[in-house]
């Protein structure tokens, strides 16, 4: 059954710096794709990045990149001149195949210092 | 509007009262999904619909909970003789299945109900 990992309830990182969050998976298909998204306290989820696990380069969107390692089954997001504005859940997820539910992990709340 | 729709923004209700709660997907979007969010934990998987019919519901925890997508685009969830462990954010979401896309979700604002 596929599982998702997020060890780190909390996290802090000072303005401008960068701040990776670390996610782990469990699955035994080969194909699969894993997901971040955010979840400020307003409560809306936002999507941030998508890898493929047929994709060979990291993915990367503006100010987030994901660091995949598909032997260690992690897909750690990377967040680079954290902005006040990054303070917020973030959520890892995974989904088996090309279609079908997303599986979360449990966030990890990020606080941003000034 | 362009996003997904759902109503009512906040419900509360007493134990052993029946609930509905409705989504509007994103137009054009063929599966949807419903979730359920307790307070510091991540979405849980309640139920997913390709078009008209649920194509997984295994994440329905017992047969109070049941979900409707009649003409595959508006979905109700419904929960029968609600309890106060049923207090949480509904999340609906929405997506585009096909092969040339990643196939993220698209999630409106939640439903939050409380059972007293």
């Known amino acids: 059954a596929q599982k998702i990992t997020q060890t780190q309830p909390g996290m802090f990182v000072q303005e401008k710096e960068a701040v990776t969050l670390d996610c782990t998976y469990d699955t035994s298909d080969q194909s699969y794709g894993l997901f971040w998204y955010k979840q400020p306290s307003s409560g809306e989820m936002i999507f941030l990045i998508y890898?493929?696990?047929?994709?060979?380069q990291n993915a990367t969107e503006g100010r987030y990149s994901l660091n995949f390692q598909k032997a260690r089954k992690s897909a750690n997001l990377v967040i680079s001149a954290s902005q006040l504005g990054d303070s917020a859940m973030y959520f890892c997820?995974?989904?088996?195949?090309?279609?079908?539910?997303?599986?979360f992990g449990q966030g990890t709340e990020l606080s941003v210092k000034p | 509007g362009a996003g997904v729709s759902q109503t009512p923004s906040n419900k509360v209700t007493e134990k052993g009262k029946y609930v509905e709660l409705r989504c509007d997907p994103i137009?054009?979007?063929?599966?949807l999904y419903w979730y359920r969010q307790s307070l510091g934990q991540g979405p849980e998987f309640l139920i997913y619909f390709q078009g008209t019919g649920a194509a997984d519901d295994s994440g329905l925890p017992n047969d109070r909970f049941f979900a409707v997508r009649p003409e595959g685009s508006v979905s109700t969830l419904k929960i029968q003789r609600t309890e106060r462990g049923d207090s949480a954010v509904y999340l609906c979401?929405?997506?585009?299945?096909?092969?040339?896309?990643?196939?993220?979700?698209?999630f409106g604002e939640g439903s939050r109900l409380t059972v007293l």
């Open positions: 890898q493929g696990s047929y994709d060979e």
């Open positions: 137009s054009g979007h063929t599966a």
């Open positions: 997820a995974m989904r088996e195949g090309r279609q079908g539910k997303l599986i």
């Open positions: 979401a929405s997506s585009l299945s096909s092969r040339a896309n990643t196939g993220e979700l698209f």
